[in-house]
Every structure is written in structure tokens, then in C-alpha cells.
């Protein structure tokens, strides 16, 4: 089936319309010019009978050889001129004089003259008839009544036109129509060139590239310098094609990331229970080994269930139970639970709340593995015998909540991209002890609760660390 284009159905409706419109203006500029045409003559064969009426009065009068040989020249005359065959008839109709030896058959007949055509006469009005010769032919035929001092017929003036001046006419309604469709051709050229040039080549360049990127081509983009509607259709390709790329990056990263993370864990697990089975580790040693692939596997379920958690958030099928509930009860709680591994660094935690209670909404479990992963941060980057401080109050219709704990600052450059998946800020320190999801779980929760976090260095007089403060939406009492 053949392809229907759309440049070329436009196309096709505008060569139509075009077409239309000036067969429309050639048909109003052809009856111009005939009507033109027909007024110009007869207001020439008006002219042309007021001449050869006093000739032909002073003949009909004086009857004389030298007013006849005049009446003969001034109707030779005016035949040439306007192509006119002169005829003089008597004020009985009959035809005594004549310009055209052709029309000599008419001579001593009388030409009738029909009552509506001789009321029209009597008024000494110039009536325009029809004529048809001995080949019955049409003719256009001019009459025009002769008056003596008595305001009497006295004779009439007989004109018939010949077909010669038609040819002519015809000849220029030829030009015109030629110069129109000339025009059309003109117009269609240009016209076919202009959309090939800034919508259709475009337009395919676009498919071609689309084609490309899908079949994986993501780095592919468009250069059309174009600052119309194709232009700004390329330049949404060209981001869409970065997002692509960026995205497939971020895949391509991510499927790098989970390969590393599972290698490792499943090449310790693999070689200890090989080693163990081959009895290559002595038996007193094998519960610690053992010991060491059951932390392995801790740590792949782990990995295993972060992951979960952020497929499940991105897609948004994750549902979150939202209820009232205090975020300083939370607070507490998660502290409590995290008490062996703030002891163990010998920190010192600092909790303020602004109330005693501080109520939102939100998903309750949700939230705590908010807090505990921001205090696991907290305390994994904090300083020996350094500081933690929580706080919360209320401001408006939110609820803030803020993490600090002293230690190294992180780098500018790293404040964006600590909320990407696997990122890890010191890598020589937490590969063991980190899957580098944490962080993205967090914000990707807050998220969901139509709220945001931030992350920013603290440097001043005081104290100098990193502080994490997110918002959740508050719930008057």
C-alpha cells in the first residue's frame, strides 16, 4: 500500500485552491475585458454613426453624384477602421447603399424592421440586433434611424459587424489563460520547492533519526536551523533524545551497579562453602566462616529488598498507608534502636523538638525507614565523638525535620548526585557496609508523600558537618 504523505496532500489541496483562485480571476479579468470590450466598440460605432449620419442626410437630401461618392468614402473608411459594413436604407427599409460588394445581394431588398425595434428607433435610440447573412450566419448588427428638419424617419443607418474582430478577442482571452496557467506552474514550482526544503526533507530527516533512535541509536540527534515550528519540533527531539540517552545511561549504570553489588557478595558465599565442602578451611574455622557468608547473605537481602523498594516506588504501585501520626514519637523510637551503633562511635545525639508532640501525615513505616537511614548516614559519616541533632518544628502547614551530624563536608560537585542509586560517597569506606540505595529510598518516600528533601554543608564557628532536612505535611490539632 502506498504511503500517503502528508506534505503532499497539502500540497495537492493547495495547488487545488491555488488552481480555483485563479481560474476564479482569470474568468472575472475575461468578462472585464469583454464587457470592456463590447462598451469600448459601441461607443465607437456610436462615434462612428454620428459621423456618417450627416453624410448620409445631406445624400438622402441633396441626392447628388459628389454626396454619394462622399457617403461612399466615409463608409469605405469606417469599414477599415472598425470593420464595419455600412448599410443605408430608405425610410422604407430598402437597401440602396452598401460598403461591401459582399453584401451588394442586399441592394433594392428591403431589411424588415421588427415594431419593438422600430418604437426603439423612433426614440433615435442606437439599437444593436442580430443580423444573419445568405449563409445564415449570426452577425452583430448596429441600427440607428435618420431624422429630417420635421422630425421624421427619413431613412436608416444599417452596421454589421464582422467575426474577424472575434479572432482577435479570442487571441487575448488565449494570452491571458496561457499567463494564468503559467503562472499556476510558476507558483506550484516554487511553492514544491519551498515545502521540500523547510518541511519535507526536515520532516524525513526527523523519521530517519527516529528510526535510528529506536533501534538504539541514542546519541543520534537533528540539526535543523529553523526557527519556525519544524525548528522547534527538532530541538523537542533532540531533548527527548537526550532523556533517551540519559536514561539509557542511567540503565546501563544501574544494571553495572546491581552486577558489582551481587558479584561480590555471591563470589565470597561461593568460595567459602566451596572451600568449606572441599575441606580446604579446618573445621574449628568453618562457623566463622560461616558466619561471614551468612553476613554476605544478609547483605544481598538487603540489597535484593532496596531494590524492590525503589521499582515498587517508581512505578508507583508502591501504595503508602497515610495516617495521623507524631513524628517525634518516630524520632525517638528510631534513636532508640540505633543506640548500640551511636555508642560504638561515642556520639553524642542532641534531639530539640519545638512541641512536645508534632503531628503530620504519613505513611508510618515508611517514615521510619526514612529516619533510620538518614540516622545510619548520619552515624556512618559522622565524626568519632562527634555530634548528631535532630530537630523538628512546624511552620505553616508543614512539618520540618532536620539530621545533623559534624564531620567531613561533602563535595559541591557531589550534593546533586548523592540521591543517585549506588552512589557512594567514599567508596574505600562503605563498600562492605553500603549498597548505595539508601538515599535515593529516602527521597524517592518523600517524595511520595508530595514533599522534598534537602542536603547541605554546615560550616561555621560552631560546627561543621552535613545536614539533611525533609517535610512532611502537617496535621492540625
Known amino acids: 500500500m502506498e504511503k500517503k504523505s502528508v506534505i503532499n496532500r497539502f500540497l495537492l489541496t493547495f495547488y487545488s485552491i491555488t488552481l480555483i483562485v485563479l481560474m476564479i480571476i482569470g474568468g472575472v479579468i475575461s468578462a472585464w475585458f469583454n464587457i470592456s470590450n463590447i462598451n469600448q466598440r459601441f461607443e465607437l460605432i456610436e462615434k462612428y454613426v ?14 447628388s453624384s ?8 466615409t463608409m469605405k473608411m469606417m469599414m477599415v477602421s472598425l470593420d464595419v459594413v455600412s448599410i443605408i436604407l430608405d425610410k422604407q427599409g430598402y437597401v440602396y447603399v452598401v460598403s461591401d460588394s459582399k453584401y451588394n445581394y442586399l441592394k433594392y ?3 424588415d424592421i421588427s415594431n419593438k425595434n422600430y418604437e426603439s428607433l423612433k426614440e433615435g435610440d442606437l439599437l444593436k440586433h442580430e443580423f444573419k447573412n445568405k449563409d445564415n450566419e449570426s452577425l452583430e448588427a448596429y441600427s440607428k434611424a435618420l431624422f429630417n428638419d420635421k422630425e421624421e424617419i427619413n431613412g436608416y443607418v444599417y452596421l454589421i459587424a464582422n467575426n474577424v474582430s472575434s479572432g482577435y478577442v479570442g487571441g487575448l482571452y488565449q494570452i491571458i489563460w496561457i499567463l494564468l496557467l503559467m503562472g499556476f506552474m510558476l507558483i506550484s514550482i516554487i511553492s514544491f520547492y519551498i515545502a521540500k526544503k ?14 535510528r533512535l529506536a533501534k538504539g541509536e541514542v546519541n543520534k540527534r537533528i540539526y535543523i536551523d529553523s526557527k519556525d515550528e519544524i525548528g ?9 533524545a537526550e532523556s533517551i540517552e540519559e536514561a539509557d545511561n542511567v540503565r546501563r549504570d544501574f544494571i553495572s551497579n546491581v552486577s558489582h553489588e551481587l558479584r561480590s557478595p555471591i563470589t565470597s558465599i561461593k568460595g567459602f562453602i566451596t572451600a568449606i565442602l572441599d575441606g580446604v578451611i579446618p573445621k574449628d574455622k568453618e562457623n566463622y566462616y560461616l558466619k561471614i557468608v551468612n553476613d554476605e547473605v544478609s547483605r544481598l537481602s538487603m540489597l535484593v529488598n532496596d531494590l524492590l523498594d525503589i521499582s515498587s516506588l517508581e512505578s508507583g504501585k508502591f501504595n ?9 514519637e518516630i524520632i525517638t523510637v528510631c534513636a532508640i534502636k540505633l543506640e548500640n ?36 548516614n548520619a552515624i556512618k559519616y559522622g565524626n568519632e565523638n562527634g555530634k548528631i541533632e535532630i530537630a523538628t518544628y512546624a511552620k505553616g502547614d508543614l ?27 567514599d567508596k574505600s569506606r562503605t563498600n562492605k557496609i553500603s549498597t548505595g540505595l539508601g538515599l535515593s529510598i529516602v527521597r524517592l518516600i518523600i517524595l511520595q508523600h508530595n514533599n522534598d528533601i534537602k542536603v547541605e554543608n554546615i560550616e561555621t564557628k560552631e560546627k561543621r558537618g552535613v545536614k539533611f532536612t525533609f517535610t512532611l505535611n502537617r496535621e492540625i490539632q
Open 66 to 73: 459628389l454626396s454619394y461618392e462622399e457617403l461612399k468614402t
Open 198 to 211: 523547510s518541511i519535507k526533507d526536515p520532516l524525513k530527516e526527523i523519521s530517519r533519526t527516529a528510526q
Open 109 to 111: 431588398s428591403k431589411l
Open 232 to 240: 522547534e519540533l527538532a530541538n523537542s527531539f533532540n531533548l527527548m
Open 50 to 63: 454620428e459621423i456618417i449620419e450627416d453624410t448620409t442626410l445631406s445624400f438622402i437630401n441633396e441626392n
Open 399 to 425: 512539618v520540618y525535620v532536620s539530621i545533623f551530624n559534624s564531620g567531613d563536608l561533602i563535595a559541591k560537585e557531589d550534593l546533586n548526585k548523592i540521591w543517585e542509586r549506588f552512589f557512594k560517597n
Open 341 to 376: 551503633k551511636i555508642k560504638s562511635k561515642n556520639m553524642d545525639v542532641n534531639i530539640v523538638f519545638d512541641n512536645r508532640r508534632e503531628y503530620c501525615i504519613g505513611d508510618r513505616e515508611r517514615l521510619i525507614q526514612v529516619v533510620i537511614n538518614l540516622l545510619e
Open 320 to 328: 503508602l498507608e497515610m495516617t495521623q501520626l507524631d513524628i517525634n
